[in-house]
């Protein structure tokens, strides 16, 4: 036998149930037609996004250059679309160390860079930008995220290369570092901007040298020194030819010189002894007339009156020439008739 089964019957509950069903009802019908419309003709524009519509046909089918903001906006189903885009900063790294890794932005390899002596240095750069122009990025690179592949990657890989690829790799610690990221900077900023999007900032947050680093650049110093002596030898030797030159040069100007002041004073000699012979043979000319002369008197003076008494002086002072050791005299000794006579 089967237990009998008892029903619970409630007026009170029954009409709540039934009110229930009728207000449910109510609200499907009323809010329906609301959910619907708000499906078919509104959207929704985080505060994080700018949104750009596109038209499917009509007069003014296409993309319209007007932006739209944050909020509920205007979405005719079939007939409009409202596109977003993200209107914060976005980023993309190059790095190659996994821990900077991220789910939230693009990561790539880090950039290689050859530097102008020869040494490859890996870096590590941060692409900091915003989507300035939504209509322009449209334009030409479609919806999606096809303007970080053209633009972004397209542009920062060879202007990183190109700029910091002109210094040495010790310069990576020095002030020519920082010039040259500032000129990237600005490369990036042009062509940026040239595609619809606005540069925040770059950072060049690592670079990492290859392990042989400090070998090759030892073997790299080594080198450059040999080059530097070389060519300071070279220098040397072209300044002592130059030397020798100019030394030889002033030897030969000396020599001839020294030719000339010789000449000259051989030639002043010559003329100096010239004149000592026009002058001594002119005095000897003048004594031999003179003593002519004076010869030619006394014969004159012999042949006059006192020749006798000038006779007999010379006489006399010829016999005192003659005399040797001391003479005495007691008489007159100009008295020569008397001192003959005597004799």
Same mark, same amino acid.
């Given at each position: 036998m089967e237990s009998p089964r008892f029903g619970m019957y409630s007026p009170l509950l029954n009409r709540i149930r039934g009110s229930g069903l009728r207000a449910g009802c109510l609200? *499907?019908?009323?809010?329906?037609?609301?959910?619907?419309?708000?499906t078919c003709t509104m959207c929704?524009?985080?505060?994080?996004?700018?949104?750009?519509?596109?038209?499917?046909?009509?007069?003014g089918r296409g993309l319209q250059k007007e932006l739209v903001g944050?909020?509920?906006r205007? =979405? *005719?189903?079939?007939? =409009?679309?409202?596109?977003t885009f993200p209107r914060d900063v976005q980023v993309v790294e190059f790095t190659n160390n996994p821990t900077e890794g991220s789910s939230l932005h693009r +990561? *790539?390899?880090?950039? /290689?860079?050859? @530097?102008?002596?020869?040494?490859?240095?890996?870096?590590?750069?941060?692409?900091?930008?915003?989507?300035? /122009?939504?209509?322009l990025v449209v334009s030409k690179f479609g919806f999606g995220k096809g303007y970080e592949d053209n633009v972004v990657i397209r542009f920062t890989d060879p202007i990183v290369k190109h700029h910091l690829g002109e210094l040495r790799a010790e310069e990576f610690y020095r002030e020519a570092r920082l010039a040259k990221v500032r000129d990237l900077k600005t490369e990036l900023t042009q062509r940026f901007a040239e595609n619809g999007l606005a540069l925040a900032?770059?950072?060049?947050?690592?670079?990492?040298?290859?392990? @042989?680093?400090?070998?090759l650049t030892e073997q790299k110093k080594i080198q450059d020194q040999s080059v530097l002596t070389n060519k300071?030898? $070279?220098k040397q030797a072209e300044v002592q030819t130059r030397l020798n030159q100019v030394t030889a040069e002033g030897q030969n100007l000396i020599n001839v010189k020294a030719a000339e002041y010789q000449a000259q004073i051989t030639e002043i000699g010559a003329q100096r002894d010239l004149y000592e012979r026009q002058k001594k043979a002119e005095a000897d000319l003048l004594v031999k007339s003179a003593e002519a002369s004076g010869t030619e008197q006394i014969n004159r003076a012999m042949e006059g009156a006192g020749s006798d008494k000038l006779l007999r002086l010379r006489k006399g002072l010829a016999i005192l020439n003659g005399i040797k050791g001391p003479?005495?005299? /007691? =008489?007159?000794? $100009?008295?020569?008739?008397?001192? +003959?006579?005597?004799?």
């Amino acid at each position: 036998m089967e237990s009998p089964r008892f029903g619970m019957y409630s007026p009170l509950l029954n009409r709540i149930r039934g009110s229930g069903l009728r207000a449910g009802c109510l609200a *499907l019908l009323i809010l329906g037609p609301i959910l619907f419309l708000r499906t078919c003709t509104m959207c929704y524009v985080a505060p994080d996004q700018i949104g750009i519509r596109q038209i499917s046909f009509g007069p003014g089918r296409g993309l319209q250059k007007e932006l739209v903001g944050s909020g509920y906006r205007r =979405e *005719l189903y079939g007939y =409009e679309s409202v596109r977003t885009f993200p209107r914060d900063v976005q980023v993309v790294e190059f790095t190659n160390n996994p821990t900077e890794g991220s789910s939230l932005h693009r +990561v *790539l390899s880090s950039i /290689n860079v050859p @530097t102008v002596d020869g040494y490859p240095v890996s870096i590590d750069v941060s692409v900091l930008y915003r989507i300035a /122009n939504p209509y322009l990025v449209v334009s030409k690179f479609g919806f999606g995220k096809g303007y970080e592949d053209n633009v972004v990657i397209r542009f920062t890989d060879p202007i990183v290369k190109h700029h910091l690829g002109e210094l040495r790799a010790e310069e990576f610690y020095r002030e020519a570092r920082l010039a040259k990221v500032r000129d990237l900077k600005t490369e990036l900023t042009q062509r940026f901007a040239e595609n619809g999007l606005a540069l925040a900032d770059v950072f060049v947050r690592q670079y990492d040298y290859p392990a @042989t680093f400090q070998q090759l650049t030892e073997q790299k110093k080594i080198q450059d020194q040999s080059v530097l002596t070389n060519k300071a030898l $070279t220098k040397q030797a072209e300044v002592q030819t130059r030397l020798n030159q100019v030394t030889a040069e002033g030897q030969n100007l000396i020599n001839v010189k020294a030719a000339e002041y010789q000449a000259q004073i051989t030639e002043i000699g010559a003329q100096r002894d010239l004149y000592e012979r026009q002058k001594k043979a002119e005095a000897d000319l003048l004594v031999k007339s003179a003593e002519a002369s004076g010869t030619e008197q006394i014969n004159r003076a012999m042949e006059g009156a006192g020749s006798d008494k000038l006779l007999r002086l010379r006489k006399g002072l010829a016999i005192l020439n003659g005399i040797k050791g001391p003479i005495y005299i /007691n =008489e007159d000794p $100009t008295d020569v008739g008397k001192i +003959v006579g005597h004799k």
